[in-house]
């Protein structure tokens, strides 16, 4: 869900990759670097850059990837391709990037009886050699109102765009950084203008729905005067719940309010 339009990508390419480096960075994320000749192609454009990562099937040894790049033709041409040779798609922002190496975090989920969808299988598998899609969609990240500092407020899933806005910003950016994490040990390291507060909110065995803690400490924060321009990502719930409080009870226009729900808590990705 996203209420804006986005930033489009510079000539994109539908990208086939490979693993070079896999390594678990924190108890439940796993950070994943793609390689290969196809990042040749790639153009990085900083802040929250996202783009569709196709992953093999069980049994699969070479991806079959669509060749058009806009919205409506590479999934037409995805669906056309018959279910056991369809590639699994989800949706992942560039946590970094070097001209020989893509960085994804994945943030890996095993349920009780050893399962996890198809994302998290793929990250916890991982090996160099192993065959991954890439195709491009542009930034999210799109501010178009005036603003004195900027909100940002996400879950574990909105991390790495919250980073990647964090290390994109001027260096004398003023805001406000709230981001929510499983357990303190998965906090991360990365450039923050000094401007902007961030704060980490784990949950530290809290079972309770991913994203409440971030919300509620939305709604408790001391946050600066000014106009702000928001940006909220992650549970559905955090970000529409984040988007009302801050215009139902701090009066802020709607236009100076961005947020995409990554995902909804009991619902599994197609």
Known sequence: MATFKLRKPVDPHVLLLEV??????????????????GLDRFTP??????????????????????????????????????????????????????????????VVHVDADGHSGPASAFALAANPGDQAGLLDQGVGYNPRAEHDWTLLVADETGLP???????????????????????????????????????????????????????????AAQLPAGSVYAYLVGESALVTGGRRHLVEERNVPKNNIDFIGYWRHGHAAM
């Open 20 to 37: 070079t480096k896999s390594e678990r960075i924190s108890p439940n994320v796993v950070r994943v670097t793609l390689g290969g000749d």
């Open 161 to 219: 765009a919250v980073a990647g806005v964090c290390e994109s910003l001027p260096e004398d950016a003023k805001g406000v950084a709230i981001v929510e994490v499983p357990t303190s040990e998965d906090r991360q390291d990365f450039r923050v203008p000094p401007g902007v507060d961030l704060r980490w909110v784990a949950r530290d065995g809290d079972d309770g729905v991913p994203g409440r803690l971030a919300l509620a400490a939305l709604r």
């Open 45 to 106: 454009l900083g802040f929250d850059q996202w783009f569709r990562l196709f992953l093999p099937r069980p049994g699969q040894d070479t991806l079959k990837l669509p060749t058009r790049t806009s919205g409506m033709l590479w999934y037409a041409q995805y669906l056309a391709t018959a279910k056991p040779k369809r590639p699994y798609v989800r949706n992942y922002t560039v946590r970094a990037y070097r001209p020989d190496g893509l960085d994804v975090d994945f």
